[in-house]
């Protein structure tokens, strides 16, 4: 059985990927490796405890020790999603997102070169490429700049050039995955969606930035969990792959549309003072993807808003469970 080194896989899209292809696949075996910080929870993979070709080790990516004795089980495909990733927690303290996102990723890179691993996928971020115009058409290729503005997004976009060097220099099959928002089931609720939708069944005030005409271009999570699939499967040595679903939308809008669906009124809207280094607008262009590796996304944004809508309204339990911790 193949074996494949998750990191991070308790968190939001982690998870999803695990529970997304061990019903593709038996041949694998999957070992989960988490810190469970505030973001990892659990309950989000309770449904496959006790599966025969799945582990799970809680664990810091950045113990050297206790990776190498991971790695020496024979790890076939590290796929890296381990990361501080909410951007109002790095500009409030940037040190934790520094040692987790860059020097958890040195730990993983020299030990996948070590021991001879035959693909490493580092899960990035949109984000490292910058802000686009709210008025223009452009899109984030895999060639642009990057650009990073916030500290949250400069240690995605220094563990993305720290990961292409290993590439260069040692020949470390390594691959890189650039998404757009993603959004979907088991998101924690500090991030919008799932916030403006905790807070509409509560019927609490919802905070929007700025003026909230900020722009993102949205993907629903099983999507994205399926382009990391074929870049597993077909993806080339030292390549990034833009991943998005081509639907752009203001925070603003989407925070209407969660009410409207919800029949709540848009009075709950609280519009509060700009944070800093916020970035206006993301738009990504995923046409190598589709070329190259023929994914495309399935998921129309109205159906996987609504499928997400009505999964937090099931769920409560759940979120309510991680607000507490």
Same mark, same amino acid.
């Given at each position: 059985?193949?074996?494949?080194?998750?990191?991070?896989?308790?968190?939001?899209?982690?998870?999803?990927?695990?529970?997304?292809? &061990?019903?593709?696949?038996?041949?694998?075996?999957? #070992?989960?490796?988490?810190?469970?910080?505030?973001?990892?929870?659990?309950?989000?993979?309770?449904?496959?405890?006790?599966? %025969?070709?799945?582990?799970?080790?809680?664990?810091?990516?950045?113990?050297?020790?206790?990776?190498?004795?991971?790695?020496?089980?024979?790890?076939?495909?590290?796929?890296?999603?381990?990361?501080?990733?909410?951007?109002?927690?790095?500009?409030?303290?940037?040190?934790?997102?520094? /040692?987790?996102?860059?020097?958890?990723?040195?730990?993983?890179? %020299?030990?996948? &070169?070590?021991?001879?691993?035959?693909?490493?996928?580092?899960?990035?971020?949109?984000?490292?490429?910058?802000?686009?115009?709210?008025?223009?058409?452009?899109?984030?290729?895999?060639?642009?700049?990057?650009?990073?503005?916030?500290?949250?997004?400069?240690?995605?976009?220094?563990?993305?050039?720290?990961?292409?060097?290993?590439?260069?220099?040692?020949? &470390?099959?390594?691959?890189?995955?650039?998404?757009?928002?993603?959004?979907?089931?088991?998101?924690?609720?500090?991030?919008?969606?799932?916030?403006?939708?905790?807070?509409?069944?509560?019927?609490?005030?919802?905070?929007?930035?700025?003026?909230?005409?900020?722009?993102?271009?949205?993907?629903?999570?099983?999507?994205?969990?399926?382009?990391?699939?074929?870049?597993?499967?077909?993806?080339?040595?030292?390549?990034?792959?833009?991943?998005?679903?081509?639907?752009?939308?203001?925070?603003?809008?989407?925070?209407?549309?969660? &009410? /409207?669906?919800?029949?709540?009124?848009?009075?709950? #809207?609280?519009?509060?003072?700009?944070?800093?280094?916020?970035?206006?607008?993301?738009?990504?262009?995923?046409?190598? #993807?589709?070329?190259?590796?023929?994914?495309?996304?399935?998921?129309?944004?109205?159906?996987?808003?609504?499928?997400?809508?009505?999964?937090?309204?099931?769920? /409560?339990?759940?979120?309510?469970?991680?607000?507490?911790?």
């Amino acid at each position: 059985m193949k074996k494949i080194l998750v990191t991070g896989g308790c968190g939001f899209i982690g998870s999803n990927f695990i529970r997304h292809l &061990l019903q593709l696949q038996d041949d694998i075996f999957i #070992i989960n490796i988490d810190k469970l910080t505030y973001a990892g929870n659990m309950r989000n993979l309770s449904d496959i405890n006790g599966l %025969n070709n799945y582990a799970f080790i809680r664990q810091d990516i950045c113990h050297d020790d206790a990776m190498q004795a991971i790695f020496k089980q024979g790890i076939d495909y590290v796929i890296n999603f381990a990361a501080e990733s909410h951007v109002d927690r790095s500009i409030e303290d940037s040190q934790v997102f520094i /040692k987790s996102n860059i020097l958890g990723t040195q730990v993983l890179l %020299n030990n996948s &070169l070590k021991y001879g691993v035959k693909k490493y996928i580092q899960i990035s971020t949109d984000e490292v490429y910058g802000s686009l115009s709210l008025d223009g058409t452009d899109a984030f290729a895999e060639d642009t700049p990057l650009s990073p503005r916030n500290p949250y997004s400069a240690t995605k976009a220094s563990a993305d050039m720290l990961v292409k060097s290993y590439y260069h220099t040692y020949g &470390l099959p390594v691959m890189i995955t650039r998404c757009s928002n993603n959004y979907g089931e088991f998101q924690h609720p500090e991030k919008l969606i799932p916030k403006t939708i905790v807070n509409a069944i509560r019927e609490q005030p919802i905070g929007i930035y700025g003026d909230g005409l900020n722009v993102r271009d949205w993907i629903y999570v099983q999507d994205h969990c399926s382009a990391i699939q074929r870049v597993l499967e077909k993806g080339i040595a030292g390549e990034v792959y833009n991943i998005g679903a081509n639907y752009e939308i203001s925070n603003i809008d989407i925070v209407k549309h969660i &009410l /409207k669906h919800l029949g709540k009124t848009e009075d709950l #809207i609280k519009f509060t003072k700009d944070r800093p280094g916020h970035d206006r607008r993301y738009a990504m262009n995923s046409g190598k #993807i589709q070329r190259e590796l023929g994914w495309t996304p399935k998921t129309d944004f109205q159906i996987g808003i609504a499928n997400t809508i009505e999964w937090y309204m099931r769920n /409560k339990d759940w979120w309510k469970s991680v607000q507490q911790r």
